[in-house]
């Protein structure tokens, strides 16, 4: 079984420029998370899907942060523009409906902002 | 809020000397507790998931407890070997709030051959 995907696994971007991060999650898992982690700290969520629904994105800054789910399966996570504090390691995560408890944890992508 | 904390943030053992790597908790009405596992560059690795009427779990040389009441969990590892070498963190999953994940912010292992 194929884990959770994400690209690219590394980027690296000016100021003010604008960045897009996608992820596949694992086959038949309906639920889908993006995290940030800042270096030396653990994960954060930023929002959280259910099918196509965002449910919980209260951590999500939407004042340059956006995030979509269309058919229920890849998610896109984009930024613009970027901030020098943007600068972290993006996660997603997908868990099943069968085994909500348990989250499953792709590489991540490494931003840095310049 | 629940806040998540995880000292020592760094470690450093000899191989063969167990680990214990301590986890605290704010707010003890949690669902589950769970420990990860993150090589460098790496996602998370899921070690062990405890509930929260459970007091232990263990798989292999890893056993972590957990007291709700005192919101303390830790991890032991015995017999580290370097391969162990890894940022361990910890999770609660908060009873009320869906499937959320409260992460503390690590400790990073480094066992010396």
């Known amino acids: 079984e194929a884990g959770v995907v994400q690209s690219p696994r590394y980027k690296i971007i000016e100021k003010k420029q604008p960045v897009a991060f996608w992820c596949n999650p694992i086959?038949?898992?309906?639920?889908l998370y993006w995290y940030r982690q800042n270096l030396g700290q653990g994960p954060e969520l930023l929002i959280r899907?259910?099918?196509?629904?965002?449910?919980?994105d209260s951590q999500l800054p939407k004042d340059r942060f956006s995030a979509e789910r269309l058919k229920g399966v890849d998610s896109t996570l984009k930024i613009q523009p970027a901030e020098l504090g943007d600068s972290a390691v993006y996660l997603c995560?997908?868990?099943?409906?069968?085994?909500?408890?348990?989250?499953?944890f792709g590489p991540g992508t490494r931003l840095t902002v310049l | 809020k629940q806040e998540v904390t995880q000292i020592p943030a760094a470690l450093s053992v000899p191989e063969g000397e167990n680990l214990v790597l301590n986890c605290s908790f704010t707010?003890?009405?949690?669902?589950?507790l769970q420990w990860f596992r993150q090589d460098p560059g790496k996602g998370l690795t899921s070690l062990l998931l405890?509930?929260?009427?459970?007091r232990e779990q263990t798989s292999g040389r890893l056993n972590a407890s957990l007291d709700k009441s005192s919101g303390r969990s830790t991890l032991y590892i015995a017999a580290s070997q370097p391969g162990d070498s890894a940022t361990y963190l910890c999770?609660?999953?908060?009873?009320?709030?869906?499937?959320?994940?409260?992460f503390g912010g690590g400790t990073r292992v480094l066992v010396k051959p």
């Open positions: 899907y259910e099918n196509e629904e965002a449910v919980d």
């Open positions: 405890i509930q929260s009427s459970q």
């Open positions: 995560a997908s868990s099943s409906r069968t085994k909500r408890s348990e989250q499953f």
């Open positions: 086959s038949g898992h309906n639920t």
């Open positions: 707010d003890s009405a949690i669902y589950n």
């Open positions: 999770a609660v999953r908060e009873g009320t709030a869906g499937n959320k994940l409260t």
